[in-house]
């Protein structure tokens, strides 16, 4: 496609969240989102995890969720992360992500619209089926040998990595999420808006604020997300970028989890 075509294309699909480089020409630079974010979101919150990722990503799974336009999602498939699935609920941002994805021939990216909250369900192709005929066998099994419940439950995908930024304020059940999330891998890298508090547990409920957001949003303090992501099943977390600026990034893992080729603080 030419450069006309490319502009043409970007308005079509836009407004864009994320700056993404289409080759010379940027997302935002054509079309930006309104809103408070920079010209060149998110990059500077990529800046801060990049040489904390694994630099060569081969052979990684990568579950991106509320993914938006697919910023990560485009840097990870960089690094040559063998299977991305994106996912995030507005369908118009997968769309975008769909064309990006065909139009820098990242063919190991899938874009779905999906829900965090439908986890459970499934969450790609098949698995809904698979979970149908996993609770039926559950269900013969239990009949057969009541007592016997302790059975693991059907996990959907796995994941060598899931990548959750920009999410976890956005929903009303924060902890559930959390918790659908956990089976889904032993790796999770999180940012969040957080209230910086390291001594108190709790979250605060923050009204919606005139001309900034239309939704209310629940806030943990940095010691409830901590709390939360240990409640939800990961043993460890690990600071990767402190909460001077209320968006700290934390890498939460269970024991025994795989972290080769990343490059973590202090190791
Ligand atoms: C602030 S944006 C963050 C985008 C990107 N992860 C980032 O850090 O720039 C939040 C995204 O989460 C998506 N989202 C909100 N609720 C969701 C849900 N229940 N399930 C999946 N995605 C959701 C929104 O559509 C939006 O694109």
């Not at 052979?59 to 697919?70: A, K, N, R, T």
């Not at 698995?127 to 959907?156: C, M, Q, T, W």
């Amino acid at each position: 496609m030419n450069r006309d075509g490319v502009i043409k294309k970007c308005i079509e699909l836009g407004p864009w969240f994320h700056n993404i480089d289409l080759g010379g020409i940027s997302t935002r630079d054509i079309a930006p989102s309104p809103g408070p974010q920079p010209l060149d979101h998110p990059v500077p919150r990529w800046l801060k995890i990049k040489d904390v990722l694994p630099a060569d990503m081969s052979g990684m799974s990568v579950l991106d969720v509320g993914c938006s336009d697919g910023f990560f999602s485009v840097e990870i498939a960089k690094r040559n992360a063998s299977r991305i699935l994106s996912i995030d609920a507005q369908r118009l941002a997968i769309k975008r992500l769909r064309w990006v994805k065909r139009h820098l021939k990242l063919s190991h990216i899938t874009a779905l619209a999906g829900d965090i909250y439908k986890f459970h369900k499934g969450i790609a192709g098949l698995d809904s089926f698979f979970i149908f005929v996993h609770k039926g066998i559950r269900f013969l099994r239990r009949k057969l040998r009541p007592g016997k419940v302790n059975e693991p439950i059907y996990v959907a995908r796995r994941f060598d990595l899931v990548f959750m930024f920009a999410l976890l304020y956005h929903l009303k059940a924060p902890l559930l999420a959390l918790e659908y999330l956990a089976p889904l891998s032993d790796i999770l890298l999180i940012e969040t808006l957080v209230v910086d508090d390291e001594q108190n547990s709790y979250l605060q409920y923050v009204a919606p604020m005139n001309g900034v957001t239309t939704e209310p949003k629940l806030l943990p303090t940095t010691r409830c997300l901590k709390d939360m992501l240990r409640w939800a099943g990961y043993e460890h977390v690990m600071e990767i970028a402190d909460a001077s600026d209320k968006r700290p990034i934390y890498l939460a893992y269970k024991e025994g989890a795989d972290l080769s080729g990343w490059r973590l603080p202090g190791k």
